[in-house]
């Protein structure tokens, strides 16, 4: 009777270990507007360790959600992360949830974005997101017309802007630019002009980046 109370006990584990799936179900795409993104930005997380590069070249929430994370956890155990920033970007109110979130937890200041390629639309608004800005001398800037139509002031920025934003720094553009917030970026492209392309040394000059790699032999005006 014992060995037969046995054997029913072992095809039970038997029929529930095939049953269960040992591994984890994959998270599904997520959807989110950036409201919601700082309530859920743990919800996607990685496996990539601090020893492993930190790729950002995506601005869907979907694809950021894994990078604070991982930029987090690299703070956490070195107190410093590093990030490399290059590729397109989609929604810019997701770029700008991304840029929130990283300056909002205090992220921003013990990071470092370096740029390793051609940066365009909404990811320029997350290559601002760190303090620490490197970029290669081959590198560009893109600012694309689909950032340049979500501000309906700049107009006025333009204007204040105008005169000051060749010849100078950006200073004209973030006095102007600093009333609006979390749209600082947003709107200082926005007296760039939309389409304009700004190298690694004007990226430099015009305060888009803090320094270049090779600074001599970076790209000429």
């Known amino acids: ?9 072992m095809l039970l584990i ?4 095939y ?10 795409e997520v959807s989110m507007t950036g ?6 930005e743990t919800r996607l ?3 990539k360790t601090c020893n492993e590069p930190t790729i950002i070249n995506s601005a869907k ?56 390629g051609v940066i365009w639309s909404a990811s320029n608004i997350i290559w601002l997101a760190a303090e620490r800005r ?3 001398p081959g590198s560009q800037f893109i600012i694309h017309s689909a950032t340049h139509n979500m501000s309906n002031e700049s107009k006025q ?3 204040e802007a105008a005169e000051n934003m060749i010849d100078s720094t950006t200073d004209a553009v973030s006095l102007a630019a600093g009333k609006s917030g979390a749209n600082l970026w947003e709107r200082s492209i926005q007296a760039l002009g939309p389409g304009m392309t700004l190298n690694a040394r004007q990226a430099l000059e015009y305060g888009r980046a803090t320094e270049i790699q090779g600074y001599e032999d970076a790209p000429q005006n």
């Open 1 to 9: 009777m014992s060995t037969i109370r046995f054997l029913v006990i």
């Open 14 to 17: 038997a029929i529930l270990g």
């Open 19 to 28: 049953s269960v799936s040992p591994y984890p179900t994959a998270p599904s």
């Open 35 to 40: 409201k919601e993104f700082a309530r859920d």
């Open 45 to 47: 997380s990685t496996e």
């Open 61 to 116: 929430l979907s694809d950021l959600l894994p990078v604070i994370n991982s930029i987090r956890r690299c703070v956490e155990e070195r107190g410093h992360a590093t990030a490399y920033v290059y590729g397109s970007g989609r929604a810019v109110d997701e770029a700008l949830a991304f840029f929130d979130m990283m300056r909002t937890s205090g992220l921003s200041n013990k990071t470092t974005f370096i740029a390793t």
């Open 134 to 136: 490197v970029v290669l």
């Open 157 to 159: 920025i333009r204007e």
